[in-house]
T-cell receptor, first 111, second 111 residues
């Protein structure tokens, strides 16, 4: 089955820790994205990547880092510099200027 | 920056009735628009899209209307069913890899 997967579904982090969220797609899409969703708000773009080994900051990149070593994978690291990391994180991919396909999301909670 | 917004945060309809969810956008350069459905704890699912050279597009039980003059987008769902209960987002895209999401409208279908 083609699709986009995220893991883990739930993640708990202690203050001061870095954590990495996984995102994998087998849709052969060039572009991948990371969004953050907070209750009652729209999705906000953290980072996006149009091609392997290239990525761009979105609107709220501070405290986050990404890598794009493979076309299929776009992991997101939430660093200790992110002051309010508790949120629902969504990864998406797209082919050119078309609809973005979303993964099931990872809910991150800081303890 | 310019953001997509929604007129109503919640909408409650009777099963079998038609639903209309509205969205206002502010970027006149946006060329591509999408409606997504998001169920609790899940990633958004694509419903229907429309490009700026069209003013109406129909899918299965859904219709999207675009009024560029007043920068308004609407989603019509025919014969609303309990399974349609979810949060619906509109999104606009003024350029490749740039998609802006509204906060969403929660649709509740009463049996």
């Amino acid at each position: 089955d083609g699709g986009i997967t995220q893991s883990p579904k739930y993640l708990f982090r202690k203050e001061g820790q870095n954590v990495t969220l996984s995102c994998e797609q087998n849709l052969n899409h060039d572009a991948m994205y990371w969004y953050r969703q907070d209750p009652g708000q729209g999705l906000r773009l953290i980072y996006y990547s149009q091609i392997v080994n290239d990525f761009q900051k979105g609107d709220i990149a501070e405290g986050y880092s990404v890598s794009r070593e493979k076309k299929e994978s776009f992991p997101l690291t939430v660093t200790s510099a992110q002051k309010n990391p508790t949120a629902f994180y969504l990864c998406a991919s797209s082919f050119d200027w078309n609809e973005q396909f979303f993964g099931p999301g990872t809910r991150l909670t800081v303890l | 920056g310019e953001n997509v917004g929604l007129h109503l945060p919640t909408l409650s309809v009777q099963e079998g009735d038609n639903s209309i969810i509205n969205c206002a956008y502010s970027n006149s350069a946006s060329d591509y628009f999408i409606w997504y459905k998001q169920e609790s704890g899940k990633g958004p699912q694509f419903i229907i899209d429309i490009r700026s050279n069209m003013d109406k597009r129909q899918g299965q039980r859904v219709t999207v209307l675009l009024n560029k003059t007043v920068k308004h987008l609407s989603l019509q769902i025919a014969a609303t069913q309990p399974g349609d209960s979810a949060v619906y987002f509109c999104a606009e895209s003024p350029r490749r890899n740039d998609m802006r999401f509204g906060a969403g409208t929660r649709l509740t279908v009463k049996p």
